[in-house]
């Protein structure tokens, strides 16, 4: 039976290859929706649209881009250049040749598609939850209509990437993200301190740039500045994966080696722990656990899925 994907991106080069790695592997891609993040709003848009542009032919479906919020609910947040480049795949600044995006709002395209795939539709969130809380306020009963929240985001034991202790995609709007946990939602988080257990290493790179496909230099392309700035200044040994790592877990949960399911909550609190996730671990709270955390991946499980994506053409 066809899976029925909405995919919310801020983006940026991991964004695109998780785009990617939902249509390598088949499975309806019907909406990209956008949300605030990691660079400028138009910019994130335009990549959409490129980077559809380059799997053109490829992919008999018009996917549409749907942009939505470009701000965080509440307070102020800042975007990150720094790390993934002007333009969000390095400094190169992309612009689509035709495709344009979408008139309607994200938080809308997201209703009404869960209105139309009721019961089937999974949103993964591969970026900060403002797009879904919008939905979500606008009209609660998408909790019952989407199967699955795959989210990209928060850290388990509070190693954090734009606070010590904060991941960005949660500390960007953690009044969106207190939102989408307490909602009811069926959800899968792939942590930031899990995930950067898992990088794409030396020897693994040197193998991706010795591929001859377009999109293993199309991958070379856009995920150099990411790489060299995880490992000068992010204490890796590679560049990490965050959201393609959650993208393979929606798709395939023989990536998952270990999980449990938790209660999760966001601290949204103006303090030092702004942005942080909330493990109940020892179910202290008797709070239902809806959130499954996972605690471990299989990297060579993970590795197949992302070889396989870049011998695609
Ligand atoms: C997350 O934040 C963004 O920088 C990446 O796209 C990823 O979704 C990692 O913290
Ligand atoms: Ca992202």
């Known amino acids: 039976m066809a899976r029925h994907f909405v995919i919310d991106c801020d983006t940026a080069e991991d964004d695109i290859m998780s785009l990617y790695m939902l249509l390598r592997n088949g499975v309806e891609v019907e909406g ?5 993040g990691n660079i400028a709003y138009e910019q994130e848009v335009n990549n959409a649209l490129w980077a559809l542009e380059f799997v053109s032919g490829k992919v008999n479906k018009d996917i549409k881009v749907y942009p939505g919020s470009d701000r965080s609910l509440v307070k ?3 975007t990150v250049e720094n790390v993934h480049g002007k333009g969000g795949i390095g400094d190169e600044i992309v612009r689509p040749k035709k495709l344009r995006p979408e008139p309607k709002r994200a938080p809308q395209a997201i209703l009404e598609l869960a209105d139309r795939y009721a019961g089937e539709l999974e949103f993964l969130a591969i970026s900060p939850l403002t ?11 998408i909790v019952e209509k989407v199967k699955k929240v795959w989210v990209m985001g928060g850290t388990i034991y509070g190693r954090g990437n734009i606070t010590p202790v904060a991941e960005f995609n949660i500390w960007v709007d953690p009044d969106a993200a207190k939102l989408v946990f307490n909602a009811g939602f069926d959800i899968t988080m792939v942590a930031w301190d899990l995930i950067t257990n898992y990088v794409v290493e030396e020897d693994e790179w040197e193998r991706i740039k010795a591929m001859d496909t377009e999109m293993a230099k199309f991958y070379v392309r856009i995920y150099k500045h990411y790489r060299e700035f995880a490992m000068k200044h992010q204490k890796m040994r590679g560049n990490p994966h965050p959201d393609l790592i959650t993208t393979a877990v929606a798709l395939n949960r023989e990536v998952i080696k270990r999980s449990e399911r938790q209660y999760v909550d966001v601290e949204n609190c103006d303090c030092l722990t702004r942005g942080m996730t909330v493990i109940d671990y020892l179910d202290l709270w008797g709070k239902e656990p809806k959130a499954e955390v996972v605690y471990g991946i299989d990297k060579d ?3 197949d899925m992302l070889f396989h994506l870049l011998s695609w053409f």
């Open 32 to 36: 990209v929706t956008i949300v605030e």
């Open 76 to 78: 102020s947040f800042k």
């Open 131 to 141: 797009n879904l809380a919008l939905a979500y306020l606008m009209d609660k009963s």
């Open 301 to 303: 499980k993970f590795m």
